[in-house]
């Protein structure tokens, strides 16, 4: 085992080792600490001076983990016998003024490039913060801000937090051709100028997951400072902006909440692939307190005030039809007029996406299809971001097994892809409860009664 005191260094060093045949896979061991990337991509075209453009890079087969405190040793499994704190492994965009956000790095962590085609990478353990990547639309800088991703297959993302970074797509991560695992991930606070708060993801090559999430607080739309007034409808997906999804999407056991956008404020799906599009499914999923805004006016004193009256608090789609599925969830957001910020909406040449044993807040009866509520979900205490369900909610017992989805992300690191997921949202605790009868429950979490409920 090598020791480095620069990141930046420490994985070139792990690409040239994979480049030369020295090994398959290169694991990067990361102790608790603030890294700051020093060098230029080996997969931007040409070094175009600009520190803006530092960025670590991951490469084929490197595996890079965090959240060791220096004590482990080489017989260690970086999976499960870490001793450190992922939060306090921090990868940071901020390598100039912290006054100024504007030179800070683009991208914090770049992987892959449209003629660098690379596969099985991993990212574990880490809190990625502070990318900036608000250029002109088409440049290196404008998309990605914690993690831009391009070309890349078989890639997986674990235990990280991606928080306070902006871009005009793609705010937390930027997600185009290939295939991926993300899960154990937090989205908190990422802001993206016109699409995917928290996530873009287009032209998916393989089936890719999103399980175990949680979605906070992150926006589409930044409205530009010398603008007035600007209607927000154009600014899609809060937590998820998703389009040509030319294989299928899963998002399971995840929490959206308190996300915005003007269409779609917790997932927005897009347009359909090139062939079939195998399109989305979510299932056990909660999303709650998104909002979609229509317009937002600045007060004069730099304060914008929106109207909460846009489309799909929860979901847009812009194709819909059965191609998209919503299983086993909670989709409990307010509806404040018709035919706006509805949970659930549709363009007006979409059919409805195929929803079944979920809670959807509608102005309908219920939303159609099998299984479904339209009820308070009784979350325990939802004031303090708690929406776990109280023993008395209408949503307990009241999801599908059947309609569980494997674990393909392999949450319990057993490397059987194939079960059923094993863990509710929060890692460990049973997806499927065997008290008082082994039914799942709707949305992220599993009720787990204490003796005597």
Request: glycine share 12%; charged share 20%; aromatic share 10%.
């Amino acid at each position: 085992m090598n020791a480095y005191d620069d990141l930046s260094v420490a994985l070139e060093d792990a690409r040239s080792t994979i480049i030369n045949g020295g090994a398959f896979n290169v694991q990067v061991w990361v102790a608790e600490g603030t890294y700051k990337p020093t060098a230029f991509p080996q997969s931007l075209p040409a070094d175009d001076g600009q520190t803006n453009s530092y960025a670590f890079e991951v490469h084929t087969r490197v595996e890079l983990y965090g959240g060791f405190l220096g004590t482990e040793d080489s017989a260690t499994n970086p999976k499960t016998g870490r001793l450190g704190n992922f939060e306090a492994t921090v990868l940071t965009g901020e390598i100039g003024d912290p006054r100024d956000p504007l030179d800070n790095c683009y991208s914090v962590i770049r992987v892959g490039a449209l003629a660098v085609p690379i596969s099985s990478p991993r990212i574990d353990g880490f809190k990625i913060e502070q990318g900036e990547a608000l250029q002109p639309a088409g440049t290196p800088g404008s998309r990605g801000g914690g993690l831009r991703v391009w070309n890349t297959s078989d890639l997986v993302v674990a235990n990280c937090t991606f928080t306070d970074n902006r871009a005009r797509a793609g705010a937390g991560v930027f997600l185009s051709r290939g295939s991926f695992q993300m899960k154990y991930c937090t989205f908190l606070d990422n802001r993206a100028r016109i699409e995917g708060g928290g996530m873009h993801i287009v032209n998916l090559d393989a089936a890719s997951h999103v399980h175990n999430c949680v979605f906070e607080l992150n926006q589409a739309g930044i409205p530009q400072g010398g603008e007035d007034q600007t209607t927000m409808l154009q600014w899609k997906g809060g937590g998820i902006y998703g389009e040509f999804l030319d294989e299928r999407l899963t998002v399971a056991n995840s929490l959206f909440f308190k996300n915005a956008a003007g269409q779609g404020a917790g997932a927005y799906l897009g347009e359909n692939g090139t062939g079939q599009d195998p399109g989305s499914t979510f299932v056990n999923c909660t999303l709650t307190n998104n909002k979609a805004y229509f317009i937002c006016t600045n007060d004069g004193m730099g304060n914008w005030v929106c109207s909460w009256e846009g489309e799909g608090a929860a979901f847009y789609y812009k194709v819909g039809g059965s191609t998209h599925t919503i299983d086993n969830s909670i989709v409990w957001d307010p509806v404040l007029s018709p035919n706006t910020d509805e949970a659930i909406m549709i363009a007006p040449s979409a059919t409805n996406p195929t929803v079944s044993y979920s809670d959807v807040e509608t102005g309908m009866a219920v939303w159609p299809g099998t299984g479904n509520l339209n009820t308070d979900p009784g979350f325990e205490s939802p004031a303090v971001d708690n929406f776990e369900l109280r023993p008395g909610s209408a949503c307990r017992e009241a999801g599908s097994n059947a309609l569980l989805p494997p674990d393909a992300a392999d949450l319990d690191d057993d490397d059987d892809v194939t079960e059923d997921v094993p863990f509710e949202l929060q890692k460990g605790d049973a997806r499927v409860f065997d008290l008082p009868v082994p039914i799942v429950e709707m949305g992220a979490h599993e009720f787990v009664p204490s003796i005597g409920t």
